[in-house]
């Protein structure tokens, strides 16, 4: 899209703002994704063996 007019203050102001606003959400989001690696990760295996114990049990080891 073109723009046919410069931005008044008010709209790059607001811009800026939103952008900011938008970056920082962003930059909190992937913080909080890579804070929350081990937990998840933790949860992950305990649910995978959970899963070939009782698979294990249901049908034998030899399977």
């Known amino acids: ?7 008044t203050p ?15 959400l ?3 989001g992937a913080h909080f994704s890579y804070a929350n690696i081990g937990p998840q990760r933790e949860r992950a295996l305990a649910r995978d063996e959970f899963v070939r114990q009782y698979l ?7 399977r």
């Open 1 to 7: 899209m073109a723009w046919f007019y410069p931005f």
């Open 10 to 24: 008010t709209q790059a102001a607001w811009t800026l703002l939103l952008f900011s606003t938008g970056a920082a």
């Open 26 to 28: 962003f930059a909190t």
């Open 56 to 62: 294990r049990k249901k049908f034998g080891e030899d």
